[in-house]
T-cell receptor, first 113, second 115 residues
Framework: GENVEQHPSTLSVQEGDSAVIKCTYS??????FPWYKQELGKRPQLIID?????GEKKDQRIAVTLNKTAKHFSLHITETQPEDSAVYFC????????????FGRGTQLTVWP | NAGVTQTPKFQVLKTGQSMTLQCAQD?????MSWYRQDPGMGLRLIHY???????DQGEVPNGYNVSRSTTEDFPLRLLSAAPSQTSVYFC??????????????FGPGTRLTVL
């Protein structure tokens, strides 16, 4: 099956700095890559996703890039704010829309004021 | 829409007891799944279903059973609770044929402690 690895496991940045979280995947058939944010005590929520026919996608301060050749994708958060502090999970899914998601182990992001 | 709902929010069991975690969704989603979340381990898939009457095992299925008799409901049964099953359990659903939306939505979670 698919194997998704996520780095780093913890990340601390100063408010206003950028944060980058990286994930690699093993299955070349994977074609959908979502990112989830989980605040303390809350459920994971989708913040951005990308499909394999697109190399980059932006939504205000967050962006995701995908390199299919190298099988890795990254989450970029610019101008970080304390409310960005949370655990972020990357995931990958193979072709079928009913396919299961394979999650990375998560990154605890802390943004210091 | 209530989205994905789970009951109970908290549960304490004694070793050997059985119980059912309830999950329901009102988005007409075909795909439903159960995850457990433990510190440092991310979200691990227990069981999933691609439609009513169809279920399959994920990566950590031992000690759990599921059934999907309706599109809306996907209960998770703990057969004989063990301390290793202490965790936070999330139900999730995705994909509606009518909307074509693939986003996976999570329920609020159930925090289970097994003594």
């Amino acid at each position: 099956g698919e194997n998704v690895e996520q780095h780093p496991s913890t990340l601390s940045v100063q408010e206003g700095d950028s944060a980058v979280i990286k994930c690699t995947y093993s299955d070349s058939a994977s074609n959908y890559f979502p990112w989830y944010k989980q605040e303390l005590g809350k459920r994971p929520q989708l913040i951005i996703d990308i499909r394999s026919n697109v190399g980059e996608k932006k939504d205000q301060r967050i962006a995701v890039t995908l390199n299919k050749t190298a099988k890795h994708f990254s989450l970029h958060i610019t101008e970080t704010q304390p409310e960005d502090s949370a655990v972020y999970f990357c995931a990958a899914r193979r072709g079928s829309t009913l396919g299961r998601l394979y999650f990375g182990r998560g990154t605890q992001l802390t943004v210091w004021p | 829409n209530a989205g994905v709902t789970q009951t109970p929010k908290f549960q304490v069991l004694k070793t050997g007891q059985s119980m059912t975690l309830q999950c329901a969704q009102d988005m007409n989603h075909e795909y439903m799944s159960w995850y457990r979340q433990d510190p440092g381990m991310g979200l691990r898939l227990i069981h999933y279903s691609v439609g009513a009457g169809i279920t399959d095992q994920g990566e950590v299925p031992n000690g759990y059973n599921v059934s999907r008799s309706t599109t809306e409901d996907f209960p998770l049964r703990l057969l004989s609770a063990a301390p290793s099953q202490t965790s936070v359990y999330f139900c999730a659903s995705s994909y509606s044929r009518t909307s074509g939306n693939n986003e996976q939505f999570f329920g609020p979670g159930t925090r289970l402690t097994v003594l």
